[in-house]
């Protein structure tokens, strides 16, 4: 018998009666569709399909809620997978060989060389130690590390997924557990597109910036919610990540937090953490480039755009005391 159909549906869904950026109970509606209901059983099978499988009778009788913090604006979703649910959509629903092939192919030149640049800009840093410490928290796949390990850094990482865990230790990565992480210090984290993922993303903040070092960066970015609005008027679910009308961004189940700008900010900031304005000389040493027009109209704009315009969801964050 499958394990689904001998509990409730409320077993494998979590109810959030806060916000989990700020702890506010003041907020708005701003969608809400059972989850085998059309638009949103539609979404779930276009997405899950290609990667492996979807199981929707873990889904029955639940309803996707979507509210709006009314305090630090953040959207989330009313409920969360618990975690069978989340071994099921992350082992299962997802399968690990196809994952990685699909993440080997996406991984684009681009993308190894932002986290190259990223080692660079914390190499630039003071620190009591000849190599730089670096942690990835939720390190998916291990890319991150293995470009960090390339670059000469001590790496280490964290991730919940066993198949990710077993493909990290078979390059070589240190695994940190979640209770030892406090213990730790770090001249540079990592925390790529796993926020969103959280039930509880400020406690997660709030642990993972004990291992920071007194004059270590974090690198935080998740989805951009900053238009959603305008997303969720226009109402397509099916549009592809990259369209600009992608719903992708608080994708039920795995995007159960939609940050903009000004919620990252003001939920770092309970975590004992603000933005870090690294001087635009560190920046311009720590670009690197394709050499294609493209590529050197970047590598001259960007340091400019991340040192005074950006209200983005991609930020480096460091001790509020430092």
């Known amino acids: 018998m499958n394990p689904a159909r001998a509990l409730m549906p409320s077993s494998y869904l979590i109810p959030r009666d806060h ?175 796993v926020l969103e993922h959280l039930e509880e993303p400020l406690d997660t903040l709030q642990h993972v910036a004990k291992a920071l070092a007194p004059q270590g960066l974090l690198k935080v970015s998740v989805p951009d919610c900053g238009d959603l609005a305008r997303r969720l008027a226009r109402g397509d679910w099916l549009a592809p990540d990259g369209s600009p009308d992608t719903l992708l961004v608080v994708s039920p189940l795995q995007h159960i937090n939609g940050f903009d700008h000004g919620s990252l900010v003001a939920m770092a900031a309970r975590a004992g953490l603000r933005p870090a304005r690294p001087a635009l000389g560190k920046l311009y040493a720590s670009s690197v480039e394709r050499f294609t027009p493209g590529g050197l109209l970047a590598g001259l704009t960007r340091p400019l755009g991340r040192r005074f315009v950006t209200r983005d969801t991609y930020m480096f964050f460091e001790r509020a005391g430092a």
Not at 63 to 81: D, K, M, N, T, V
Not at 95 to 123: H, I, N, Q, T
């Open 19 to 193: 916000c989990p950026a700020c702890r506010s109970t003041e907020r708005t509606t701003l969608f809400a569709c059972g989850y085998l209901d059309s638009p949103i059983r539609e979404h779930l099978v276009t997405l899950y399909e290609p990667q492996g499988t979807i199981e929707l009778e873990y889904l029955e009788g639940g309803e996707f809620i979507l509210f709006r913090c009314g305090s630090c604006g953040l959207a989330y979703q009313g409920h969360a997978p618990n975690a069978a649910l989340m071994e099921r959509l992350y082992e299962h629903w997802v399968d690990p060989e196809r994952a990685v092939a699909l993440r080997e192919a996406g991984l684009s030149l681009d993308d190894r060389l932002g986290y190259v640049r990223e080692v660079l800009l914390a190499l630039q840093l003071p620190r009591p130690t000849p190599r730089l410490r670096a942690f990835d928290f939720g390190m998916g796949w291990g890319h991150w590390c293995l470009m960090a390990q390339a670059l000469g850094c001590e790496v280490s990482g964290a991730e919940r997924s066993p198949s990710r865990v077993a493909n990290a230790r078979a390059h070589g990565i240190k695994i940190v557990d979640w209770d030892e992480i406090p213990a730790q210090q770090f001249d540079l984290i990592n925390c790529d597109q």
